[in-house]
């Protein structure tokens, strides 16, 4: 590229950039679920504990305590993550969108003038940068940080694997696994090995280096960018290990992906934008959920660019467009479960088995179609049988979507299961197809214009067509939505126990009240998501992301729906309950308000405590069975591997415990007795146990939870979390960084000297 393409690029992904953000200018942002739910709160903590000068290992405040430092998506060791440490939520969420979309438009242009080292015109690599960074397929995954910080690096990924940097492409992988989208970094290998053998294979004659020796220095490569970011790495496999995650059957995954007539998701988008939700009895009801989870299947990237590239796969003389054709096999292939690949792939890759990944397949398919679109955008004229067929068969379509109400069933039938649809519902479908038909008109006139008007008229045309589909799909709010407090905050954060949620209120559906989806959002916001008392300090025993230990999982599902004033209940130190239904006593009721009950116990145990006997189970389903017994939390601890103490001793009274310093991950108190001190925290192992400065070892007790022996006569009890792999990680990352570093000067002295 020209010093004046690469100019024009930056300035026209700023322009685009200004396009897409101007409600910012009114003090408003983009929100959607994920980001209020989950990362509003993750990234307010982390903040609050960095500002302080402590850095964010364990999270004590969601799921009776959880790996903080477990969980990627938090990115508390990614570069860009500064400006949630820096600025208030809002602000620094809106920054770090708009940075990296437009890092990603800018690696779309150059990786597609990197793969065509034709002269491409600077137009055609325009239409993909727009078509790749505000397409569907990317807006629908702003509500995932990580994955809006990851998209950039896998274009970049191409290129340098086009071009053979290695050292960059080492830095590359560790940025985009800090990133902490991990789903994405088995399409980065891919990109990036995709890179790598079209300079292998299809640039015989520009090769500087044998086979064998470009794909030693990949492997190396790649190494050493997973070696550089092993903290985050390993805190994670330590995490994920102990984690009970929710996994999908083949069927379910085929269920919500792709359907036979998936083309009219890329043609009429907007059919996802609204026609399933504001039209029920009331503005949301249980069938939110599935059908946000389609709306990450849309990889729509603009009409015209479909079209286009299109019609360029068909020009099959060209081994580039045979490779893009292989890479669209095999992710339809995959996204619509076609076996053996899908089932080959589920066995063979781990933990590729989530909807979110088979959906994110379409990621190649994207690709692949952002960059058979600059080539069409060359001269459609070229191949304008085929152009004018494929613009023929879709104007016929979406008219027959916009005219009759029968196609129009047919459509949401296939594609949302609906059975009829309400008259809002039918006129919102007619009018998507319409809108749709008005941009075929125009990308049809633009196509019988000169070259130079066609090409940015292109540009223009599609930018514009994304704009719209964007403001109906991303509401914006005022950025003091997230400021909004939780409901009785200050009444929870001065309890002494636990908030909960009603195990039948878990599995059952998730009302939203009120008329517009802002206020839906933040009516579950205020009830059942308690990552959102994460920033305000309120304990709760449920953590519906990400992480939650195998073991506290069990013990939560066995509590009792009927008996929430019982010993397991008690033991957790619930002291608030939220509730969809009536409970009975003990439980005393509070607050009402829309599909919501608050009820408080009057008798919870305290977080930690002292028990002068123990009693050995090592069966999982008996010791379970045990503890939904009438089993007196404050008499006995239940272990699995110490064994019991004598039942001809009788108990000794301990005093109590008095706390005397409690950090987010430090605990200390003091007590006295020849017993058990027992925490109502999450077992991990990297928590540390001291008594009377000498290291204990800390036991599993009640099934998920913490005790630790005590001598007789007085004692102080220190709880300390410092994982083993996060510390070995550190050392690893550091030697992989200087590896780098030292190779870095090496290639700079080298450059120097020629």
């Not at 393409?5 to 200018?25: A, C, K, N, T, V």
């Not at 305590?65 to 820096?86: D, H």
């Not at 970049?156 to 086009?162: H, Q, R, S």
């Not at 005219?403 to 008259?423: N, Q």
Request: aromatic share 14%; net charge positive.
């Amino acid at each position: 590229m020209t010093r004046r393409d690469i100019h024009l690029l930056l300035w026209f992904g700023g322009g685009s950039l200004l396009l897409f953000f101007l409600p910012l200018f009114a003090g408003e942002t983009h929100f959607s679920g994920d980001i209020l739910y989950s990362f509003h709160p993750w990234f307010t903590y982390a903040a609050q504990n960095i500002q302080s000068g402590e850095f964010p290992l364990w999270n004590p405040f969601s799921a009776c305590g959880e790996s903080f430092i477990g969980n990627p998506q938090i990115m508390l060791f990614y570069p860009g993550a500064l400006f949630f440490w820096t600025f208030p939520f809002p602000v620094g969420w809106t920054s770090f969108l708009a940075f990296h979309q437009w890092l990603l438009f800018t690696a779309t242009g150059l990786a597609v003038r990197s793969f065509y080292k034709t002269n491409l015109r600077t137009t055609s690599v325009l239409l993909a940068a727009v078509s790749m960074t505000w397409g569907g397929f990317v807006t629908v995954l702003w509500e995932f940080p990580g994955a809006v910080a990851s998209l950039p690096f896998l274009l970049l990924f191409f290129i340098l694997g086009l071009t053979r940097r290695w050292l960059s492409f080492s830095l590359s992988l560790s940025l985009l696994l800090l990133a902490g989208y991990t789903p994405f970094a088995y399409y980065a290998v891919l990109l990036g090995a995709a890179g790598m053998g079209v300079q292998v294979f299809f640039r015989r004659g520009d090769r500087r280096s044998p086979d064998w020796k470009t794909l030693l220095f990949w492997s190396a490569a790649l190494g050493a960018g997973i070696a550089a970011c092993a903290p985050q790495i390993l805190s994670t496999w330590e995490a994920a290990r102990h984690s009970l995650r929710a996994m999908i059957s083949p069927s379910e995954a085929r269920n919500y992906l792709l359907t036979p007539i998936f083309l009219i998701k890329f043609l009429v988008p907007e059919i996802f934008d609204k026609v399933a939700l504001p039209f029920q009895s009331h503005a949301f009801g249980a069938e939110f959920w599935p059908v946000q989870r389609n709306w990450l299947n849309t990889f729509f990237i603009g009409t015209l660019p479909l079209l286009l590239a299109l019609a360029a796969l068909t020009d099959f003389r060209k081994r580039k467009n045979l490779f893009w054709g292989a890479v669209i096999l095999f992710s339809a292939a995959m996204a619509m479960g076609w076996d053996p690949v899908f089932s080959a792939a589920r066995t063979l890759i781990p933990g590729f088995r989530y909807m979110t990944h088979f959906s994110h397949l379409i990621l190649l398919t994207v690709v692949s179609l952002v960059f058979l679109a600059a080539d069409g955008g060359e001269a459609p004229a070229r191949k304008p049988l085929v152009f004018w067929g494929l613009w023929g068969g879709a104007f016929l379509l979406v008219i027959a979507l916009a005219a009759f109400p029968t196609c129009r069933l047919f459509t949401l039938k296939k594609l949302l299961g609906t059975a009829l649809l309400s008259p809002a519902q039918d006129r919102h479908v007619a009018g998507a197809a319409a809108k749709t038909a008005v941009i075929l008109l125009g990308a049809g006139a633009l196509a019988l214009c000169p070259a130079r008007v066609r090409g940015w008229g292109f540009v223009f045309l599609t930018l514009a067509e994304l704009r719209f589909f964007a403001i109906g799909f991303h509401p914006t709010v005022s950025m003091d939505f997230f400021k909004e407090p939780v409901t009785l905050q200050e009444k929870l954060q001065a309890a002494p126990g636990r908030y909960a949620v009603d195990p039948e209120t878990v599995r059952g559906p998730k009302f939203m009240a009120g008329e517009t989806l802002a206020a839906g959002y933040q009516s579950l916001r205020q009830a059942l998501y308690p990552n959102i008392q994460l920033p305000f300090r309120i304990r709760s025993t449920w953590g519906y992301e990400v992480f939650p230990e195998k073991n506290f999982s069990e013990f939560r599902r066995n509590i009792p729906s009927d008996n929430l004033g019982g010993a397991p209940a008690r033991f957790l130190g619930i002291d608030h309950v939220l509730s969809t239904r009536p409970l009975p006593p003990p439980a005393e009721l509070l607050a009402r308000a829309p599909h919501a009950l608050l009820y408080s116990f009057d008798d919870p145990l305290p977080l930690v405590g002292w028990v002068p006997l123990s009693r050995k189970i090592a069966d999982p389903q008996e010791r379970l069975s045990f503890l939904s017994s009438p089993w007196d939390p404050t008499k006995e601890v239940i272990l699995e591997e110490e064994e019991s103490v004598s039942a001809g001793i009788a108990p000794v009274p301990g005093k109590p415990l008095r706390r005397l310093k409690e950090r987010s991950s430090y605990l200390e108190v003091a007590g006295e007795g020849a017993g058990w001190v027992v925490r109502g925290e999450t077992f991990h192992s990297g928590w540390n146990v001291y008594v009377n400065g000498q290291h204990r070892r800390l036991m599993r007790a009640n099934h998920a939870f913490q005790a630790a022996k005590t001598p007789p006569g007085g004692w102080t009890a220190v709880f300390l979390y410092r994982p083993k792999m996060f510390r070995r990680g550190l050392g690893i990352g550091l030697a992989a960084l200087l590896g780098l570093g030292f190779g870095a000067v090496l290639f700079m002295r080298r450059t120097a000297l020629r």
